[in-house]
């Protein structure tokens, strides 16, 4: 064994060339940069959407409307739905639990309970919000209304 037939350890090197470590390297000068503009230059970050000075799609697509932040979406359920339900599984009182087992909303969903139909039947309905006419039809046939 002497100094001409060392090999190093296997997977203690890499294979990758390093950049910037003078022109002997054969990747020295503009460190594989090119030449001249803002890719070249040191602090250089590519905006996102950015189309190399072209205007951007998103600024060349057309806007219009109005999309409100704090809007609560609801999940509307008639009272004939709340109806068919009750008499095809002979409930008395109704809920998000109860609604969520039937697959009529999923689990995050919040509960508008609106007037669609009519209500035979005495319910005890629980859901974040009625309209006017449902709180009316439910309380019509001594029912309640529950809003959580």
Do not use: C, W
């Not at 594989?32 to 590519?46: D, E, F, L, V």
């Not at 609560?72 to 109860?98: D, G, R």
């Amino acid at each position: 064994m002497d100094l001409s037939n060392l090999t190093p350890a296997k997977g203690s090197t890499k294979a990758r060339k390093r950049i910037g470590r003078g022109q002997g390297s054969g990747k020295g000068g503009t460190s594989t940069r090119g030449h001249k503009g803002a890719k070249s230059r040191s602090g250089y970050s590519k905006k996102i959407g950015f189309e190399g000075g072209q205007m951007p799609l998103q600024r060349r697509v057309p806007k219009f409307g109005f999309r409100n932040i704090n809007r609560v979406e609801y999940k509307a359920i008639n009272i004939s739905t709340l109806q068919e339900l009750a008499e095809k599984n002979k409930l008395s009182e109704i809920n998000q639990e109860v609604l969520r087992q039937h697959g009529l909303i999923n689990k995050n969903e919040l509960v508008k309970v609106l007037a669609n139909g009519v209500l035979t039947i005495k319910l005890d309905v629980t859901a974040h919000s009625f309209s006017k006419k449902a709180v009316e039809l439910i309380e019509a046939v001594n029912g309640k209304a529950i809003k959580l």
